[in-house]
């Protein structure tokens, strides 16, 4: 399928398993941490000028650490959505022919099948993996994130992804 003559309007992304390991860290008074990338947030910058960002968790315990970084240091919107509710919600709000989603989960692989591109981290569920056009080298949490954003300039914005490559050379 060729994807470069349909131009994006949204990336969508889950926050657990695709900006974390998916591991939360548990203290005896609950949810305590999640461990988020370094990298991650230098892909969102790269695709910034071209495509709004959106992140969705359905993390409503997590929320707040989430949040924190999201929404606090990264300055993107973040969305408290069900699994169950996301498709639903993201056909109606964002249409996703229009959207490039990035997810690991069960609940995933119906969003990355109907997307116009579909993206999962190499360490997804089996079904978000089947569903994904494209699996990042690395792992949630570890720079999938940055591979996806890559692979949506070379995809989508080709004479940006070659201006980068000069200047990385």
Do not use: W
Request: glycine content about 8%; proline content about 5%; overall charge negative.
């Amino acid at each position: 399928m060729m994807y470069a003559s349909k131009i994006p309007a949204y990336f969508i992304l889950d926050v657990d398993g695709v900006m974390t390991n998916g591991s939360f860290l548990y203290s005896e008074k609950g949810k305590a941490y999640k461990s988020f990338g370094p990298h991650d947030n230098d892909g969102i910058k790269l695709i910034q000028p071209h495509l709004a960002t959106i992140f969705v968790t359905a993390d409503e315990r997590g929320f707040p650490i989430s949040k924190q970084r999201i929404v606090e240091d990264m300055k993107q919107p973040l969305l408290l959505l069900k699994e169950e509710e996301r498709f639903s919600y993201l056909m109606e709000h964002y249409n996703l022919a229009e959207s490039i989603y990035m997810g690991d989960g069960l609940y995933d692989a119906k969003i990355l099948r109907r997307c116009l591109f579909g993206i999962a981290p190499a360490n997804a569920r089996i079904e978000a993996k089947q569903a994904a056009q494209f699996v990042t080298p690395s792992s949630g949490g570890e720079g999938a994130v940055l591979d996806a954003c890559l692979k949506i300039l070379e995809i989508f914005f080709p004479a940006q992804s070659t201006s980068l490559q000069h200047q990385l050379n």
